[in-house]
């Protein structure tokens, strides 16, 4: 069954509205159709406390995420200006001078081609 990751993207940003706060730098997901695994990783720019545990769970319960999937879900500490890991789909992220200037420069490459 091949299933449509734009619904997921979609499902995510609707999770989004009200829970994004100012310490969330990214969000990446992963789906891996072989293992039936949804993977999604929030990363933090403070420590991870209760209330940040509380809101990405309550993130994660308002995905529509295909049936017999298994969710697999990290909750990272990572403060800026370390680099967000490039392995799996960024579906969010924060406005940071190194990403925004990285996302121009991939821009003009694509526009003079």
Do not use: H
Not at 64 to 78: A, H, S
Request: charged share 30%; glycine share 4%.
């Amino acid at each position: 069954m091949q299933i449509n990751l734009s619904y997921i993207i979609l499902s995510l940003q609707s999770a989004l509205l009200g829970a994004v706060n100012s310490s969330l730098r990214a969000i990446t997901i992963n789906l891996n159709d072989e293992e039936k695994e949804f993977k999604i990783s929030f990363f933090y720019d403070e420590k991870i406390d209760a209330k940040l545990f509380d809101l990405s769970g309550t993130i994660i319960a308002e995905i529509t995420i295909p049936w017999g999937y298994t969710v697999n879900d990290k909750i990272i500490m990572l403060k800026y200006p370390e680099k967000i890991p490039e392995e799996e789909i960024l579906i969010f992220y924060r406005k940071e001078d190194k990403i925004l200037a990285n996302i121009k420069k991939e821009i003009g490459r694509a526009s003079c081609r």
